[in-house]
């Protein structure tokens, strides 16, 4: 039977409760434990897919096709475990099946309730799934004493005694403030927070305290008393130089050990750290560094592009260098005054997803600046689609090409693949032809050109990539690209849908329809962004 670790956060948000629970999956990893990591969100939206990156952040696009929440990504990036889509349920997904289930007529006219139909939704899925593994650990989102998680707190609280207490845990995430006039760490929010979450029948069995300051033996011993933990099941979290350091420094804590006692479990091995130890030494020692313009439309808010950000340090760490990022609003290069000004110090430039029309010339014009100075370029989704755009414009002779996304155009270089694959086409490939139907989700497989450049940096021809978009580069404007010197090296497996696009003239230049950054961990970077560091690397040399 699985056990499981649920995770709470209390005083305020943000205090860093995925990472926490991904490091502590890691170190039960490193010990030989089989785990998976689940997020509950208490929002009411389905999921995020329709949210705002300023509200949310980044979207989490699992390989069966779920939009989540950006927690996931640091799940994977932390375990190697691929995410899918049953780690990841919203309050609004939990009421929209009971409500057709209610519909349906599934609970016989009885009165539906949230108590027991809406807290047994939420047990179900926590239990979903686990015949194979040692630990589940169940993230909580949002803070204690929102209205919003109480339902899952109340789960919580079932699920602890159905299961049975030697076979959950309870770890509290939460706050110690230093108030600099006192000039010393205050215990009180971290009593009021435990209190609030035993006063809803969760007692918690660990509290991790986020801190800037080192947590006194004497604060440890009386929060311990005040929140009836053991003193050694007080654990202090202070910040890190980087979040690849966290794991070591929780289990330098005692975070892993007091979670197996808590279990009960005294015999299990030492972690092995080695993988850690690595990734610590290459982040904390580079031999070099780079600089990167990342040109986008929400770079005011990175978590928008959290993978990707996580990513360019993994392509750093793989070539042991400090990768510096330089988040350039995409809209500031609508006219050529800040182009070069902004773009010469870069040493390599990547436009990267998104959606709309803001700052799409912007986009353009990076890419044209990145291939006429022959600066390495990399082009993600609608960073590739730019990139099909520029080529059309400049070196392939057809001024008019846009994206139908950006409104009615004479030359659709980019579309919906209902615009320009014929309905031969789409039934063959088994497309819906209503608007929805041409949302490409999750994983899919792609063909590479034997020769290609892309070829040689994946080691392989056939590959699986994870999508999120709903517009392709138009299929029938290949011959013209090509013409113009950009090569269409990877293609879906029937032949039909553009996938990767490449420069053979150029020191580093391509584009690929999906997201590479979902799939890049610190201790497995993603061959695209090892490629494109090193040649940062040899740009660097040139300037």
Request: net charge negative; glycine share 10%; proline share 5%.
């Amino acid at each position: 039977m699985a056990r499981f670790i649920f995770i709470t956060g209390g005083v305020v948000s943000s205090l860093g409760k995925g990472l926490m629970a991904a490091s502590l999956a890691a170190l039960l990893q490193a010990r030989g434990f089989r785990v998976r990591i689940r997020k509950f969100d208490p929002y009411l939206n389905v999921d995020p897919g329709t949210m705002s990156p300023y509200q949310h952040g980044e979207v989490y696009v699992t390989d069966d096709g779920a939009e989540t929440d950006l927690d996931l990504g640091h799940y994977e990036r932390f375990t190697g475990v691929a995410a899918r889509q049953s780690d990841n349920v919203t309050s609004g997904r939990i009421y929209q099946g009971i409500i057709a289930k209610e519909r349906r007529g599934d609970y016989l006219g009885a009165t539906v309730q949230v108590i027991p139909h809406v807290t047994d939704a939420i047990k179900a899925f926590a239990q979903a799934d686990t015949d194979d593994l040692d630990f589940v650990l169940c993230e909580i989102g949002g803070t204690v004493g929102d209205i919003e998680s109480l339902p899952f707190i109340e789960a919580i609280r079932q699920l602890r005694n159905e299961v049975g207490r030697v076979n959950s845990i309870s770890v509290h995430v939460t706050l110690v403030p230093y108030i600099a006039a006192a000039g010393e760490l205050k215990t009180k929010p971290t009593q009021h927070s435990v209190r609030e979450l035993a006063s809803l029948g969760v007692q918690p069995d660990i509290l991790l305290c986020r801190c800037e300051k080192p947590l006194p033996d004497g604060e440890r011993a009386k929060i311990a008393q005040f929140c009836n933990v053991r003193k050694e099941a007080v654990i202090p979290a202070l910040d890190a130089d980087s979040i690849y350091s966290v794991p070591v420094q929780y289990h330098g804590e005692g975070l892993d050990s007091e979670v197996l006692r808590a279990f009960g479990i005294h015999d299990a091995p030492e972690p092995d750290l080695s993988r850690w130890y690595d990734i610590m030494d290459r982040k904390q020692h580079p031999e070099g560094e780079v600089t990167i313009g990342v040109v986008g439309k929400y770079v005011s808010l990175p978590d928008a592009y959290k993978s990707l950000n996580e990513a360019l340090i993994h392509g750093g760490m793989a070539n042991r260098v400090k990768v510096n990022i330089r988040w350039l609003d995409a809209e500031m290069f609508e006219t050529d005054d800040d182009l070069a000004a902004n773009l010469e110090p870069m040493h390599g430039i990547l436009v990267p997803g998104g959606f709309g029309e803001r700052g799409s010339e912007g986009k353009i014009a990076s890419v044209r600046f990145a291939r006429e100075r022959n600066v390495p370029f990399f082009g993600i989704c609608l960073g590739m689609q730019m990139a099909c755009i520029e080529a059309a414009r400049n070196t392939s002779g057809i001024e008019k090409a846009s994206s139908t996304e950006f409104g009615p155009t004479d030359e659709p270089v980019v579309g919906l693949i209902t615009e320009w694959m014929s309905a031969e086409g789409l039934q063959k490939r088994g497309a819906d032809t209503d608007m929805g139907g041409t949302m490409r989700l999750g994983a899919y497989e792609a063909k590479l050109s034997p020769n290609s450049h892309v070829a040689s940096i994946y080691g392989a021809n056939d590959i699986s990539e994870r999508h999120r978009h709903r517009y392709e580069v138009n299929g029938a404007y290949r011959e013209s690209l090509e013409k113009g010197g950009l090569v269409f090296s990877g293609l879906s497996p029937d032949g039909m849908l553009p996938e990767i696009v490449e420069r053979p003239d150029h020191s580093w230049f391509i584009g690929v329809q999906f997201h590479p950054e979902l799939k890049s961990k610190p201790f497995d970077p993603h061959p695209l962004f090892k490629g494109f560091i090193e040649a940062a690397v040899k740009q660097s040399r040139l300037v």
